[in-house]
Structure formats: C-alpha cells, structure tokens
C-alpha cells in the first residue's frame, strides 16, 4: 500500500510509475499542500516520439489529472547538442531546421493526455531554445558553468558507461548535462517550476539540476523518475520487430499501433494496464486475474484503451473491429494497412521477395526468404512456399487488392496503381 499523501504520488506509486524520488517527504508535503509545476523534457531527435516515450506521457497526464500544472519541454535548444546519456556514440548532429520540424511534427501528440486550454491549472508547451540559443557564452561560463565540478560529472554512471567503453565523448556532448540543468532553473524563474521528472536514465541530469538551483538561490528544487522498461522477454519497450512504434499517425497507423499492444507478453499485461491506461485500479486487478485463453481478451482491451488515448475512441474501435474480422472470420477488412504498387509492376509480375520489403514484412531479401522457409507467407491467405514466385495482376482479388500475410497477426493489402 502506498503511504504518499499527495493523491499524485500515491497514483503513481500503484501504478508503478517511481524508481527514484531525491525527496519524498519534502516533495510528497508540497504536493499535498499546493498546486506544484513539473516538467519532462523531449529531444526532438526525431520527426515523431515513440512508444518508449508514453511513460513519461503519462506521467505529465496524471500530474494534470490529480491538480498540478504540467510542462512539455521540448528541446529546441538541447536538441543542437544530442543526450549522451548511456549512448555508445555522439548522435548525428540536426540543423535548426530540422529541430523545428521534428518540434511542429511532435507536439500533435501531446494535446491527446494534457490540456492546454483548461481554465484551471492548463498544461505548457515550452520551447527551451527560447533561452539557450540566445546565451551569452562567456556570461553563462561565469554565471552557470562555474557551478559544476568536472570531478562530478565524470562520476556520473551515464558519463562513466561511455567512458569505460572507450567511447569519445565530444566537449558539445559533455556541456548537455548543464544546459538542462539550466533549464530546470530557468524554468522556475519562469513559471515557478519545482519538480522534474523523467525516465531513470536522466536521474544523474535531473540531479545536477536541482543542486544548480540550490546554488543559484532556487527553493528546494525535486527530482522523480520511472524506471526504463523493458518486456518481459528482455526487448526494449517501443520497439517491434518492424522497428519503432511511433506515436504519430501518419508514421505509424492506429490499426498498427493497436496490433503492437495485442501482442503484449502475457507476464506484461497487468502491469501495462497500470502505466498505460486511465482504468481504475480495481477494474485493472479483476482483469489482471484473469487466465488462460480469457487472457487474449484482456490484451485486446488493453490495446483499444492504450489506442483510444492517443487516436480516439473511434480509431481504436475501429482497430479492433478490423482485427476481429481478419482474425476470426478471415475476412478481408478495408482497414487493413494498405500500400501502393505500381499497375505495371504486377501486370509484369513483382517478385514475392520484392514485395514483402516493400510492404515492410520482412527488411531484406533474404530475411523474406526465411520466412517463406519457414512457412509464415501468405498471398490471398494462402501458403507461399516458392520464393521465386511472381506475383501478377491474376493475384488481384475482386476488391482490387492483393493480401499479402506474415504469419497470423501481420497482414498488408496491395493495392495495383
């Protein structure tokens, strides 16, 4: 049972959301005693956060929930340096450009688990290029940067893994940690910020932030983060076998999003419920207990809730109702992911290798090769066991598709154009 006081971090604490808190009886009090600011900072290192992003998500979502005021900090600035935190290597450095387009492409998501408009206590979106990319560098040395003791920064773990795998860590790659430990500063001056949070991987960052602020005459500032999650056979939460499951529609659809949520490790079910979705703790402990087939059930309900939040409700029953007709009555669904042939391509007849690389099934010839040895391809749900065959315009069925399936649970519909 938790003993918080705060509803905030009692919601958290049964939801499996804390690994590290720098001071639950401080923060735990100021929470039960006021409206509190928080933030979580996002690197916009790509066109559209992924799967591995919504435990942060969430946890700005409960923040708001429970009558605090959330910020969504997007990295405009630290996104020119690129977190080294437990990286082999520098990432690829992106123009200002780009930042702002990743920054425009990523913030749609948000908008799905906070509000920005509420009358009371609304969400933030703050840019910290806003400040960093203005600064005086010689005044900030001075000001910021003789705060911070190499000798500690080098003990940090982050710094450390690199280091002993003999990485290079680039003095631009070093100076992140007290870029964002200036954000956190600076967003008290701000907006009153007093707490951060993130994923444990950023405590060592966070950490430094809140010694910054002490340094720098702040209010005790406060550091919580969630633990980094992996499933349950070990993989790295966000990531499929296709690659990342991102959040943005328009990368990644809400028919596929939902199949990634359907195919959760039994062992993973309840806890996902608890971190992923809105359902109450006594609805998520009756469907945890339950077993056997009962429990593909579950998965199905935990995959439309987790959809419903970030597509909509309507999207998500849609999903569900798309895979009930593929995979119960082997119908041939119109939601289906649908990709786009060229006519003259099948009417020449496209290579069945070909073809499953470019639907996205398989990454290489050869690993297309391999699952036809294996027995997992399907055209028009029947068996591919030749991996010389052509497919033409006479696999085309009456619907103007071809369906083309890996497996039980993979299936693309190839539309000739």
């Given at each position: ?203 060592g960052n966070i950490v430094n932030g809140i010694d ?59 806890r996902f419920l608890k971190l992923y979705t809105t ?80 639907a996205g099934l398989a990454g290489s010839n050869g ?51």
């Open positions: 049972m938790s003993t918080f006081k705060s509803e905030f971090l009692h919601t958290l604490s049964e939801r499996g959301f804390i690994h590290q808190i720098s001071d639950e009886t401080g923060l735990d009090d100021l929470l039960s005693k006021e409206r509190v600011t928080a933030y979580i900072g996002f690197d916009p290192t790509a066109p559209s956060l992924h799967a591995g992003s919504l435990i942060q998500i969430m946890m700005l979502h409960w923040f708001q929930k429970t009558g605090h005021r959330p910020i969504s900090l997007m990295g405009g600035g630290t996104g020119m340096v690129g977190d080294p935190s437990f990286k082999d290597e520098a990432r690829k450095l992106m123009t200002i450009d780009m930042i702002e387009d990743n920054i425009a492409s990523i913030q749609r998501v948000f908008a799905n688990y906070i509000d920005y408009d509420r009358a009371d206590s609304p969400a933030l979106m703050i840019n910290n290029a806003d400040w960093l990319r203005g600064i005086n560098y010689l005044e900030f040395l001075r000001d910021v940067g003789r705060h911070f003791s190499v000798n500690r920064m080098l003990s940090f773990e982050s710094v450390k893994t690199r280091l002993d795998r003999e990485q290079s860590l680039s003095f631009l790659e070093f100076n992140y940690m007290i870029l964002q430990a200036y954000d956190f500063v600076e967003l008290y001056r701000q907006t009153g910020c007093r707490l951060q949070m993130g994923g444990s991987d950023q405590w910054l602020g002490h340094r720098m005459e702040t209010p005790q500032l406060y550091a919580l983060t969630a633990p980094l999650l992996t499933t349950s056979s070990g993989a790295k939460m966000g990531k499929s076998a296709n690659g990342a499951v991102w959040l943005n529609p328009d990368m990644l659809s809400a028919y596929d999003f939902w199949q990634f949520w359907r195919n959760t490790e039994d062992a993973d079910v309840g359902l109450p703790m006594d609805e998520i402990a009756r469907l945890s207990a339950l077993g056997g087939s009962e429990i593909n059930e579950v998965k199905k309900i935990l995959a439309t809730e987790v959809t419903a939040m970030l597509h909509g409700r309507a999207a998500a029953d849609e999903a569900a109702e798309t895979a009930r007709k593929t995979f119960e009555e082997g119908a041939l669904a119109e939601n289906l992911p649908t990709i786009e042939v060229g006519k003259a391509e099948i009417d020449a007849g496209i290579g069945i290798l070909t073809l499953l690389v470019q690993e297309a090769r391999r699952h036809i040895k294996g027995g997992a391809v399907k055209l028009n749900d029947k068996g591919v066991s030749d991996e010389r065959m052509a497919v033409d315009a006479g696999a085309v069925t009456e619907d103007g598709v071809i369906k083309l399936s890996l497996g039980k649970k993979k299936h693309i519909l190839v539309k000739p154009a």
